[in-house]
C-alpha cells in the first residue's frame, strides 16, 4: 500500500504505492515508546531501557534533527538521571544487571529522537505522546491527506486517507494541534518544535494557491478574533454571527482540501 523512501530534504518519508480512496486505512500501529500524562523526560529514557533490543533498534533508528539550545537542555536533563538513578541503583532500588547502568549519552539520543518522532494523540487518549516505528515517518504538510487517531481500545494507532490519493504520492499528517492558522505561527511552531521549514503546498508563497489560502486564513482569523473579542466583551451572543464564522471555517479548510476531526467537530 505504501513505501518509506527518501523524501528529498524531509529525510524518509512514506509514500503510496497505489491510488488510496478517502477513508483507506494506511497503518495501524501499536507504540514503540509511549508517555502518559503527566510524565516527565526521565519517564522516556526509563521506559526506552526496557524495550526489547529489536525495538530499541527500531527506535534508535528514527530521524533525529536538534538544535544546539535543545542539545544542552537535554544533556542537563539526562546527567541528572544519571546521578540519581545510578544513585538508587547502587543502593538496591533497582535491579542493576536487569537493565544495565544509565547511559546519559544514549539518554540524550533517546530524548532528541522522541521529541522530533512523537505524535500527540490527544488529551483524551491513554497516552499523551508516542512514536511509533513506520508512521513516524510521516512527514507533516499544513494541509495533509491522512489524519491518525489513537484508538484506546485497541491501542493503537490509525491512520487513515482524508482524501484520495494518488499512487506515488507522499503520505501526510498535521503535526500540529490545530488547522487553519495563519504561516507565521505555523512556521514558528514547526521551526521551535521540530527544527524545519515547512514548504508545504500551504506554506510555499511561490504559489498562487499558497498566497491565496493564506488571504483566506488571515482574513478568517481577524474574523473570528473579532468574534472573541466580541463575546468576551459581554456582547449578546449572536447565533447567526457564530453559525456565519463556525460556517466560514469549514469553507476555508474545504477550499484547502483539509478533512478530518477538525472539519467534522466543526
Ligand atoms: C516524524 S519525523 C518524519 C520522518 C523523517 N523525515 C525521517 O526521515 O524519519 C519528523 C522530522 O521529519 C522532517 N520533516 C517532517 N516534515 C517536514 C517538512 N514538511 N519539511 C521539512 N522537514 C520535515 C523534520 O526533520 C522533522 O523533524
Same mark, same amino acid.
Request: proline letters at 0%; charged letters at 10%; zero cysteines.
Given at each position: 500500500m505504501y513505501e518509506i523512501r527518501t523524501a528529498g530534504l524531509k529525510g524518509l518519508g512514506v509514500f503510496s504505492k497505489a491510488f488510496l480512496p478517502r477513508g483507506t486505512r494506511i497503518f495501524s500501529e501499536a507504540p514503540l515508546l509511549a508517555i502518559r500524562s503527566g510524565q516527565t523526560a526521565g519517564d522516556i529514557y526509563s521506559a526506552s531501557r526496557f524495550l526489547s533490543p529489536e525495538d530499541k533498534g527500531s527506535l534508535l533508528g528514527l530521524s533525529t534533527h536538534v538544535t544546539n539550545e535543545l542539545k544542552i537542555m537535554r544533556w542537563s536533563q539526562a546527567a541528572w538521571y544519571t546521578l540519581t538513578n545510578t544513585v538508587s541503583e547502587i543502593f538496591g532500588r533497582k535491579g542493576r544487571g536487569v537493565i544495565g547502568w544509565p547511559n546519559p549519552k544514549e539518554h540524550v539520543t533517546v530524548l532528541n529522537i522522541f521529541r522530533n518522532n512523537a505524535?500527540? &494523540?490527544?488529551?483524551?487518549? &491513554?497516552?499523551?505522546q508516542a512514536v511509533f516505528p513506520?508512521?513516524?515517518?510521516i512527514n507533516h504538510s499544513c494541509v495533509p491527506n491522512a489524519q491518525g487517531n489513537f484508538h484506546d481500545e485497541m491501542g493503537r494507532f490509525n491512520v487513515h486517507a482524508t482524501r484520495d490519493i494518488e499512487g506515488g504520492e507522499e503520505v501526510t499528517l498535521n503535526y $500540529?494541534?490545530? &488547522?487553519?492558522?495563519?504561516r507565521e505561527s505555523r512556521q514558528e511552531r514547526l521551526w521551535g518544535g521540530y527544527g524545519f521549514a515547512c514548504e508545504c503546498p500551504a506554506c510555499d508563497l511561490s504559489l498562487e494557491r499558497a498566497r491565496q489560502g493564506e488571504k483566506r486564513r488571515v482574513k478568517m482569523h481577524e474574523e473570528l478574533a473579532k468574534y472573541v473579542e466580541g463575546m468576551a466583551s459581554g456582547?449578546? $451572543?449572536v447565533l447567526e454571527a457564530e453559525l456565519e464564522a463556525v460556517q466560514r471555517f469549514i469553507r476555508l479548510l474545504e477550499g484547502e482540501g483539509i478533512a478530518g476531526r477538525e472539519l467534522s467537530t466543526l
Open positions: 505524535f500527540n &494523540l490527544g488529551a483524551s487518549s &491513554l497516552f499523551q513506520r508512521i513516524s515517518r $500540529l494541534q490545530e &488547522l487553519g492558522t495563519a456582547a449578546v $451572543l
